[in-house]
């Protein structure tokens, strides 16, 4: 992570531009921490100015840094030339190195690219937790006319795959790194082919973290066109039974099981279980429901809660709320004056959450870096949260 460390700080006065980064504003001290908002380009972070007991660190701020990370190590320059700091350590690397990630960005989507107005002239299909990749790869050489999703949580099987793709000059696989029971709720209804669940972690002491479960089904249902299928592959006997047990509150389907079935590829997984001679079953569903069912859209917005601010500074304290399915942490408040300032929360669902800041500045309340995800359980955390914010200190 860039940082630069002095003995001396004070900040300087904002808003200052200089070779395009505009340096906004900062809070004031609070605890030992300050926040600076920059802005380069489209690109949006905050620095950090942390008072320790015998210096300063300064350095990009965990939850809004990015890639290209030469773009945080200039803003830490600039700030540092402009403060006439005397460094007492820097790791700041002059050349503009580490684009290797938006060399990626032809395969790798950020989960923001599927939000809004996502869309694919082709048909798409959608692998879950592809892992080595074999099979996500061998479909997409298939099927050209077909654009491929394949999601993955797994960092080295993700940037192994995406090599393959480079080096086999792929045109129609995009990656998401990201929990794939979730991302389904934010597809178009109706627009998914095929969707393939190949060996998924059978969770035998945590069910609970399963992909498969009556939601996830009932998302697949959703988003899967007439006559789309999806398909279960497992070696796992329990996940087999289990999954017959979630199917069983649906209905409008066709059903085929098949056991020990040639795929024409072999994944790495499917390997292994074969070399130890275990059996292999299938259940492939076939949607035969034409019913449209709307996605639920779930509108992430502050309303009229800047005004709260004042109150919610006066009564702060660290406060978890916890809902049915989602809750909220508020974690830390950041002034930057009377009426403006910086909240850190952690709210979503008991699986998934995300870490936000929620900037309260020129009247305006918005999520920072980005909104959060328009999913419901979000929603429902969001709600909360609001209500907290309405119903100010009365309530804890
Ligand atoms: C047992 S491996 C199977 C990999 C591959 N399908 C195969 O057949 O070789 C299961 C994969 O699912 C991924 N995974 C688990 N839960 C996931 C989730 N919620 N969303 C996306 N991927 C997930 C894991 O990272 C892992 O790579």
Known sequence: MPNIQTKKYFHPDFPFFEDGYNFEYATVFTGNKSLIKVTFKEKEFFIEVIKRENDYLIKAEKLTRFSPVFIVQNALNILSTKLNLSLTYSNIQTKKSNLHLEDSSKYLKKIDYFVNNFTSKNPISIEIGFGSGRHLIYQAKLNPNILYIGIEIHKPSIEQVI?????????????????????????????????????????????????????????????????????????????????????????????????????????????????????????????????FKEKSFQKIEFDDIFDRFLDIKKSFKKTCVRGENSFFNLEAIYPINKYEGILKVTLGSYEKSEHKYIIFKDKKVEYFPNNILPTKDNADAHRLLINYFKKGKDVH
């Open 163 to 291: 090599k393959q793709c480079k080096l086999q000059n792929i045109e129609n696989i995009i990656i998401l790194d990201y929990d794939a029971r979730i991302f389904l709720e934010l597809l178009d209804s109706q627009c998914v082919k095929n969707i393939y669940l190949h060996f998924p972690v059978p969770w035998d002491k945590k069910p609970h973290r399963r992909v498969m479960s009556k939601r996830f089904l009932s998302e697949c249902f959703r988003v899967l066109q007439k006559y789309g299928r999806f398909e279960l592959r497992t070696d796992s006997q329990n996940y087999y039974e289990f999954s017959f047990d979630v199917i069983n509150s649906f209905n409008n389907f066709d059903i085929e099981i098949r056991k020990n079935y040639s795929l024409g590829i072999s994944s790495k997984y499917e390997d292994r279980w074969k070399k130890q001679e275990k059996n292999i079953y299938d259940i492939v569903l076939k949607n035969t429901n034409s019913t």
